[in-house]
């Protein structure tokens, strides 16, 4: 279980009350009509899958309804970081 | 394709504003009429750990950025600044009004059900740009609980954390709850409000019945 801190409501909350929405950082093609296939195709389906710091987009569904971005260690499961979005992370893997 | 959009634009947006509750023939339904509370309550006993009243109230959603033009023509209608520190709620001098903060761009307006058409007029008349308010009242219920064990209840329906320290009152938070959701606002020492969908109303009345039964139940019509 996650205790999760979401930067607009300013407080912890259970994990029960977010969702998680995959891989953050993740930009829609500006033109997609001129896009090729591939590169559409990889902004569609193709996602990293880390072991160690993984940048993530979540949602606090059942709170402020707001998404943020979550720094969180695949492995062991900690949470390293929660920033908004448009934000950089500030720990990112070496 | 952008064209047309660019024409759609440019036209002024219809203002619609619905009275809905034009007149005594259309009375206000409860979404709890079929359970009778005034009948209950008139058989309930009044030394309940808990104690459960709904509350029939206009309710309306304000999403905005507002600039500083717009805070003050909203400042102007409701009174009151609308809170702008996260879980913070704020009411009237008179009681009236209650705003409630929901999210950075979100707030929950609660007046009287007979002032929700008033104050929607007002706010298409008054405030320009880019506003959204929608009377959600029809779509929502106010749930008031009090009583010595209240927080007990609450305890066993959500994952929040209602220490004093936590949880002061004025607080507002939105949450789980009993596997639904809820807006729980602390109202005063002993009292919290519960503003959930119309379409839970019956399955959380039953459970708020379940739940409070150790502590008994005393129900306010
Ligand atoms: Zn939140």
Redesign the interface.
Known sequence: MFHIFCPHCGEYREEEEFHAKGEAHIARPLDPDACRDEEWGEFLYFRTNPRGIHHELWVHAAGCRKFFNITRNTQTYEILEVYKLGEMPSVVAE | MSETNQETLEQPPIKLVMNQLPDANVPFESPLHHVELTKIAEHSGSQGGVVFRELSLGLLTLRCTPNAEQAASIEGILGVALPSN??TSITSANGELTVMW???D?WLLQVPQDKAFELESRFFAEVSGHVSLVNVSGGMTVFELSGNDVVKVLKKST??DFHDSEFPVGKV????FAKS?ATICRTSEQTYQLVVRRSFADYLWLWLQDASKEYGLTVMG
């Open positions: 996260p879980l929901i999210s950075p979100e994952p929040i938070v939105s949450s789980i959701g």
